[in-house]
């Protein structure tokens, strides 16, 4: 029980711009010894979600090589270091795409499945912030192509229990349409909301048809939408 495997030796072979790639000399329990490739996506990232006050969110329109083609998707980045706080690389990231600064910002998430984005295992901290369009001017920069406001229409669809031996799980689909008319742009996407109910309660929203909007930003986008709008009503019905 006392063997194990042991790393003698890590090589970095390539330094990118968002990955690190290595090779690993492995002892096995046997004494002899492998070659292990080990890649590392060393920063993690932030995204945020732009609302304005009628209901629209701002989203930039990138190129993205991992999949080879342009996405719509909102404002999000790597950190610049491992010592960057995501609340700051999501004001730094709404900033460089937009051109929107100033702005506070709450986390409402952590996205971090492992197949969640096609280029490796990346680690995303989900903020939303509330928008006043007279006060902020909208301007495309950095690695994105076009920044823009979009009309959200989200519709709740079909819900169902699915129970289990550890918990009930309540699972709700919901239809995410996003356009913006001035762009000839219209868009939909297909999210489920899974939410395990009793003493130990988990909330998760995955993307099951996303068009063209990146990864999983339309499942980012449905929970900032709920956090916001439960947040206007529960608001609303303090103020009354």
């Known amino acids: 029980m006392d063997q194990q495997v042991k790393r003698v030796k890590r090589e970095l072979i390539k330094h990118g711009a968002i990955l690190d790639m290595y090779e690993d000399t492995m002892e096995l329990p046997d004494g002899k010894q492998e070659t292990w490739d080990f890649i590392s996506h060393r920063k993690g990232a932030a995204a945020v979600v732009p609302v304005r006050g009628d209901g629209k969110?701002?989203?930039?329109?990138?190129?993205?090589?991992?999949?080879?083609?342009?996405?719509?998707?909102?404002?999000?980045?790597?950190?610049?270091?491992?010592?960057?706080?995501?609340?700051?690389?999501?004001?730094r990231e709404l900033e460089e795409e937009t051109g929107v600064k100033g702005l506070p910002v709450e986390q409402f998430a952590c996205y971090g499945d492992y197949q969640r984005d096609p280029r490796a295992r990346v680690i995303t901290t989900a903020y939303f912030s509330l928008v006043n369009e007279k006060e902020v001017r909208v301007k495309a920069g950095d690695d994105a192509a076009d920044a823009a406001w979009f009309t959200v229409k989200l519709k709740k669809g079909e819900s169902r229990d699915v129970t289990t031996d550890a918990a009930v799980i309540k699972k709700e689909d919901f239809s995410l349409e996003l356009e913006n008319e001035d762009r000839g742009l219209k868009i939909g996407a297909v999210i489920c909301k899974e939410e395990r109910q009793g003493l130990v309660r988990e909330r998760k929203y995955k993307v099951k048809e996303g068009g063209m909007v990146a990864v999983d930003h339309a499942a980012i986008i449905t929970q900032a939408l709920e956090v916001v709008r439960q947040r206007i009503r529960k608001n609303s019905c303090t103020c009354g």
């Open 57 to 91: 969110i701002l989203m930039v329109k990138q190129y993205r090589n991992a999949i080879d083609r342009m996405t719509l998707e909102i404002p999000a980045g790597s950190r610049d270091s491992v010592t960057e706080d995501t609340r700051v690389c999501a004001a």
